[in-house]
């Protein structure tokens, strides 16, 4: 379990508090997804989980944020990353070989994994992101796709219990996205991995979520099942959230007293609601 108590940060270089009063509680296993403006603070919130602030970046840390039970302010960065493993947003300048296999081994080796687990390891957690045949490849050689599948694997190789990802689509066409998602949610279903993916687009992400947390001004404004949260299309758009219009022509209906089922976020879904309320 992963809980925020009263927790708020400032920057040392900074003169405000960019995240405040968080108070969140997620669950083993859960999948959240994070969304909110440019600036709001969603990054900042991942960053207390895997120890970024206050150990890397220093600031005024209030309140409690706890990762199974250990305290992410006085743990040691050591002892967080075995619990936490993260793909940060400019995946570029986390990688650090120059063949896909070694940039494996290097975090197994790091984590003096048994030298007779990480042949294992490499190959599982290939396969769980499905880029088995790019094991010999060199990285410069791969396209976005699979050079982000391969900062995923490369991660999962470490067997993290929480696994937190910031913006891991934000440079894939919509197939690669998909794609990345559907594999991250199949291995975390069945390893129980926590997932708490930063990411704009909140469609891809209602998909896979079972909670979707929306942050406004470095606070948490939703933190609920998707279907609760989409419910809510116009404040979303009014705090800049790129909302679906299959949402918000339903949520539309809703108003209208027409339609009176769970929010949609898929064209097909807006279809079938749009069809129950012409029957
Ligand atoms: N290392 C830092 N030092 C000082 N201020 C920072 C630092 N990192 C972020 N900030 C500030 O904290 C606020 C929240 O930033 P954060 O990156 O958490 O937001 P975000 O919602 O993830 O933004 P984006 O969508 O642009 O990545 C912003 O005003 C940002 O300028």
């Known amino acids: 379990m992963i809980q925020f108590r009263d927790f708020s940060f400032r920057y040392r270089e900074g003169a405000d508090l960019v995240v405040r009063d968080i108070n969140l509680t997620i669950p083993d296993g ?29 600031g005024d840390f ?31 300048s ?8 070694d940039e494996l081994l290097y975090g197994l080796e790091n984590f003096a994994v048994p030298r007779e ?43 993290p219990r929480v696994l937190v990802l910031d913006e891991p689509t934000a440079e894939l066409d919509p197939a690669s996205s998909v ?8 291995y975390a279903r069945e ?19 079972d909670m979707l947390v929306i942050v406004d001004g470095g606070r948490i404004r939703f933190a609920d099942a998707p279907e609760a949260v989409l419910a809510h299309a116009d404040t979303l758009l009014a705090l ?12 539309a209906l809703a108003d209208r007293g027409l339609y ?10 807006a279809v079938a609601a749009a069809k129950e309320v012409l029957a």
């Open 191 to 209: 390893h129980g991995t926590t997932v708490i993916v930063v990411e704009q687009k909140i469609a891809l992400l209602s998909d896979y979520a």
């Open 179 to 186: 794609a990345v998602f559907d594999l991250l949610a199949r």
């Open 62 to 92: 209030y309140g409690e944020v706890s990762v199974e039970g250990l305290d992410t302010m006085e743990a040691s960065l050591t002892d967080l990353s075995q619990l936490v493993g993260s793909v940060c947003q400019d995946i570029d």
């Open 240 to 251: 800049g959230v790129n909302v679906p219009r299959a949402t918000t022509l339903v949520n």
């Open 260 to 269: 009176d089922g769970p929010a949609v976020r898929t064209v097909a879904g």
């Open 30 to 58: 859960c999948f959240v997804g994070i969304t909110g403006a440019a600036g709001s603070g969603k990054s900042t919130l991942t960053y207390a989980v895997n120890g970024i602030i206050p150990h890397c970046y220093p």
């Open 94 to 101: 986390q990688m650090v070989a120059t063949v896909v296999e």
């Open 117 to 159: 687990e990480i042949p294992g390891r490499v190959t599982e957690a290939l396969a769980a992101m499905g880029i088995a045949d790019v094991r010999d490849r060199t990285i410069d050689s791969l396209s976005g796709g699979q050079k982000q599948k391969v900062a995923v694997a490369s991660v999962l190789a470490l067997r």
